[in-house]
């Protein structure tokens, strides 16, 4: 399994020419291999914000994007494990909360980070895919 950041998910959806070659093939293995892709929770309160901001224009409501989202990725809850984590994360780590929530549920769960972010791709102790 491969965990998905929000800004991948929002490229999936809408403009897929846009993910890396690598990430691809790392997308259609996890696929093959039966393992799926996970996304944490927040993923979808930040496509909620890009839509109120008026940064993610969408075909179809905001709800029914949201629901299509939990159908095709498994939604990782958040946990005591991940908020420690997050909190122990080293200040070379990106400051964005969402971005050290999502890079310590990856690490909590084991799994590697599809992420296009150079910021977090640079931190070695996270395995990333791009």
């Known amino acids: 399994m ?4 929000t ?3 929002v490229c999936l959806a809408l403009d897929p020419k846009r993910i890396s070659k690598n990430a691809r093939l790392a997308i259609d293995e996890a696929r093959q291999k039966g393992e799926g892709l996970a996304i944490f929770d927040t993923t979808l309160l930040e496509v909620t914000n890009l839509y109120s901001q008026g940064r993610l224009a969408l075909a179809i409501s905001l709800e029914s994007f949201l629901s ?3 159908r095709r990725f498994i939604v990782l809850p958040i946990n005591a494990s991940i908020c420690v984590r997050a909190a122990l994360l080293p200040s070379t780590y990106p400051k964005d909360p969402a971005d ?31």
């Open 2 to 5: 491969i965990l998905v950041d």
């Open 7 to 9: 800004h991948v998910v």
């Open 68 to 70: 299509e989202v939990e």
């Open 100 to 130: 050290r929530i999502i890079g310590a549920t990856a690490l909590v769960e084991g799994l590697s980070l599809l992420t296009a972010d150079r910021e977090i791709r640079h931190f070695r102790s996270l395995p990333t895919v791009w």
